[in-house]
């Protein structure tokens, strides 16, 4: 796992728009060695269609008040698989079953993870007594 890159510190407000609206299973791919496409990809779920549109109309939402504007967003009217291109952030914001089924992570299990401080802040634990 690496840390946030030096160059990028604004990742952080990404990665805070998603867990705005309780994203699950966030990962943050460093994808800079393999792709041109992007230097990093979000892989975040929701539990239905409908929190997966409202995570990504939050996200755009919030990067927005912050000067932070998609060059396109795809899928957030049927909330099965949203992708906002920001262009070197790349966000999949999936239903779960959804994203088992394209397994991202097992795709691109070569890059990097990345591990902000938004992220350890948001990590909960479930006890069960």
């Known amino acids: 796992m690496t840390d946030i890159p030096d160059q990028d510190q604004t990742l952080d ?3 805070k728009a998603a867990l705005g609206k309780k994203a699950i299973d ?4 460093d994808v800079r ?18 929190q997966v549109s409202a995570i990504a109309e ?3 939402v919030d990067l927005k008040k912050h000067g932070i504007k998609p060059l396109s967003v795809e899928g957030k009217k049927e909330g099965h698989w949203v992708l906002l291109d920001y262009g070197h952030v790349i966000i999949h914001v999936f239903y779960e079953p959804i994203r088992s089924f394209y397994d991202l992570e097992g795709l691109w299990i070569d890059a ?10 948001n990590i909960k634990t479930d006890v069960i007594i």
Do not use: P, W
């Not at 496409?37 to 409908?50: P, T, W, Y």
């Open 26 to 29: 966030l990962v943050v791919l």
């Open 58 to 60: 939050h996200i755009q």
């Open 13 to 15: 407000l990404y990665i």
């Open 112 to 121: 990097d993870r990345i591990k902000t401080k938004s992220m350890g802040e």
């Open 33 to 50: 060695k393999l792709s041109s496409i992007a230097d990093v990809f979000i892989i975040c779920s929701g539990r239905s269609n409908r």
